[in-house]
C-alpha cells in the first residue's frame, strides 16, 4: 500500500489542488517501509489523481479538496481522507492505528464561494478568494 500526503514543510498542506509536493509512504504489514517527497509542481487540480496513480498510490491525506479533486480520486480508485491538519507523519501514523481525524464531508468549493464563507479556515494561501489560518 502507498499513502500520499498533501505535504507542505512537514505538514499536511491544506489545498489539495495547489499542492506542489507529496510524502508518498510505503506501507508494508502494517508499518511505514520508506517515505519519499515528490514534486507535483507543474500537475494541476485535474492532473493530481493521474499524477498520484503514477506513484503507486491508492490512498490520499489531504487537508481541504473540491468536489472535482474529490471525483478524480474516486475515478483513478483512491481511498482518500479530507479534512486532516497537523504532521504529515502523524497522519499517517494515526491512519495505520485507525485513529485518523478526518472529515468525510470536507467539500471547498474555491471557485464558488457564498458572502461570509471562509471553507473552514483550511487554506494556507490567498487561493482564488480564499484566506484561511495555515
Given at each position: 500500500m502507498k499513502i500520499a500526503?498533501?505535504?507542505e514543510?512537514?505538514?499536511?498542506?491544506?489545498?489539495?489542488?495547489?499542492c506542489e509536493q507529496?510524502?508518498?509512504?510505503t506501507v508494508e504489514e502494517g508499518q511505514v517501509r520508506s517515505a519519499q517527497i515528490v514534486s507535483a509542481a507543474g500537475h494541476g487540480h485535474g492532473a493530481l489523481a493521474a499524477f498520484l496513480k503514477e506513484q503507486g498510490a491508492d490512498q490520499v491525506i489531504c487537508g481541504g479538496i473540491g468536489a472535482g479533486a474529490r471525483t478524480a480520486l474516486e475515478e483513478a480508485g483512491m481511498t482518500y481522507y479530507p479534512g486532516v491538519s497537523g504532521a504529515a507523519d502523524a497522519a499517517v501514523a494515526a491512519l495505520?492505528?485507525?485513529?485518523?481525524?478526518?472529515?468525510?464531508?470536507?467539500v471547498c468549493a474555491h471557485?464558488?464561494?457564498e458572502e461570509g464563507h471562509d471553507c473552514g479556515g483550511h487554506c494556507g494561501e490567498d487561493k482564488h478568494g480564499c484566506a484561511g489560518n495555515h
Open positions: 500526503v498533501t505535504y514543510n512537514g505538514q499536511v498542506f491544506q489545498h489539495f489542488g495547489h507529496f510524502k508518498i509512504y495505520l492505528a485507525g485513529k485518523l481525524s478526518y472529515d468525510p464531508d470536507m471557485h464558488h464561494h
